[in-house]
């Protein structure tokens, strides 16, 4: 079974930044992707991206948000600066092997004054 883990969430005031990372079981060939779910509404795709591949971005976070990954520490990254209000929510790790996909339990970013 793959597991993730989360961390780095935290409150943050608008126009400042946080790092979250990712540490997973899989493989290093696999899809790496951050999502995000704000109450009421439906998980979203922040960032993705793939072996070899371009990164990709919501349109909402292109120029703020950098997704990265450190094979040699099965970790994932995702850098969000500028950070606004807007972007407060559970964000979720996501791993994607062929047709199965492994969840993380999520971490929680809040941006207020």
């Known amino acids: 079974q793959v597991q993730l883990v989360e961390s780095g969430g935290g409150l943050v005031q608008p126009g400042g930044s946080l790092r979250l990372s990712c540490v997973h079981s899989?493989?290093?060939?696999?899809?790496m992707g951050w999502w995000r779910q704000a109450p009421g509404k439906q998980r979203e795709l922040v960032a993705a991206?793939?072996?070899?591949?371009?990164?990709n971005y919501a349109d909402s976070v292109k120029g703020r948000f950098t997704i990265s990954r450190d094979n040699a520490k099965n970790t994932v990254y995702l850098q969000m600066n500028s950070l606004k209000p807007e972007d407060t929510a559970v964000y979720y790790c996501?791993?994607?092997?062929?047709?199965?996909?492994?969840w993380g339990q999520g971490t929680q970013v809040t941006v207020s004054s």
């Open positions: 899989g493989s290093i060939f696999s899809m």
């Open positions: 991206i793939v072996p070899g591949g371009t990164p």
């Open positions: 996501q791993l994607g092997l062929g047709s199965r996909n492994y």
